[in-house]
């Protein structure tokens, strides 16, 4: 940022310090040491002073849960570290503690509504974009939450837990005379849909376009075995 500003505004020369600038906060004992994850924004000033620039600085990431329900957020490799965010409370500012990777343009965190009983795959929270995943809820039954990743003012990210916004989710619906059960292609979570009955799901595990995602389906019953759909 030591070089001379342009003439024109950079509006768009947005930069996340995740991995060039390591903040260590020590003013208290209890205050553990981390990476924080920042929106830098470089603009030119208007006339007369064109050769002055404003730098603005705001967090990367911003939760919120608009569900009725507990979340909690972790990284992969961080199994102790959680990050909780109560159910419709203001956004709160999230610094992941792995370093951003601009070539890959990823962050991965996994999301629980009870730690005890497991976590999601792992998903990217690094761009906008919009999806459903399917975990269990606190108590045991399977629900789909809407994850909706927004970019905000000086490119903050807004990563939403509920909501307004419905991405897709499917129907299936089993018209036979026998239960089967279900799974996604990859993931080893089952569940059962009864005959008569219909299901409102997603995927468990989100995947890129060049790894489709795809279902499996198996008839209850002695030497069935599962087939693709």
Same mark, same amino acid.
């Given at each position: 940022?030591?070089?001379?500003?342009?003439?024109?505004?950079?509006?768009?020369?947005?930069?996340?310090?995740?991995?060039?600038? &390591?903040?260590?906060?020590?003013?208290?004992?209890?205050?553990?040491?981390?990476? !924080?994850?920042? #929106? $830098?924004? =470089? /603009?030119?000033?208007?006339?007369?002073?064109?050769?002055?620039?404003?730098?603005?600085?705001?967090?990367?990431?911003?939760?919120?849960?608009?569900?009725?329900?507990?979340?909690?957020?972790?990284?992969?490799?961080?199994?102790?570290?959680?990050?909780?965010?109560?159910?419709?409370?203001?956004?709160?500012?999230?610094?992941?503690?792995?370093?951003?990777?601009?070539?890959?343009?990823?962050?991965?965190?996994?999301?629980?509504?009870?730690?005890?009983?497991?976590?999601?795959?792992?998903?990217?929270?690094?761009?906008? &974009?919009?999806?459903?995943?399917?975990?269990?809820?606190?108590?045991?039954?399977? !629900?789909?939450? #809407? $994850?909706? =990743? /927004?970019?905000?003012?000086?490119?903050?990210?807004?990563?939403?837990?509920?909501?307004?916004?419905?991405?897709?989710?499917?129907?299936?619906?089993?018209?036979?005379?026998?239960?089967?059960?279900?799974?996604?292609?990859?993931?080893?979570?089952?569940?059962?849909?009864?005959?008569?009955?219909?299901?409102?799901?997603?995927?468990?595990?989100?995947?890129?376009?060049?790894?489709?995602?795809?279902?499996?389906?198996?008839?209850?019953?002695?030497?069935?075995?599962?087939?693709?759909?």
């Amino acid at each position: 940022l030591s070089h001379q500003p342009r003439t024109t505004p950079r509006s768009n020369s947005v930069l996340t310090m995740a991995r060039r600038w &390591r903040c260590r906060r020590r003013a208290r004992k209890d205050d553990a040491a981390g990476v !924080v994850h920042l #929106a $830098v924004q =470089v /603009t030119t000033a208007p006339a007369p002073f064109m050769r002055t620039a404003i730098i603005e600085l705001a967090d990367r990431f911003r939760v919120q849960n608009f569900t009725d329900t507990h979340l909690w957020l972790r990284e992969p490799h961080c199994r102790d570290a959680r990050f909780h965010v109560p159910p419709d409370s203001d956004d709160r500012t999230f610094n992941p503690q792995q370093p951003y990777k601009p070539r890959r343009h990823e962050i991965m965190v996994m999301l629980s509504t009870a730690p005890e009983q497991g976590w999601t795959p792992e998903f990217n929270i690094a761009h906008p &974009r919009s999806f459903h995943i399917r975990h269990r809820a606190p108590e045991g039954h399977w !629900v789909n939450t #809407a $994850v909706t =990743v /927004t970019s905000g003012p000086g490119k903050t990210l807004f990563v939403q837990f509920g909501g307004q916004q419905r991405p897709r989710v499917y129907l299936l619906v089993n018209r036979m005379d026998r239960d089967m059960e279900i799974r996604q292609v990859g993931d080893n979570t089952t569940e059962e849909l009864k005959a008569g009955e219909d299901l409102s799901f997603t995927w468990y595990r989100r995947r890129t376009v060049a790894d489709p995602l795809r279902l499996e389906v198996k008839v209850k019953g002695p030497e069935t075995r599962w087939v693709p759909v």
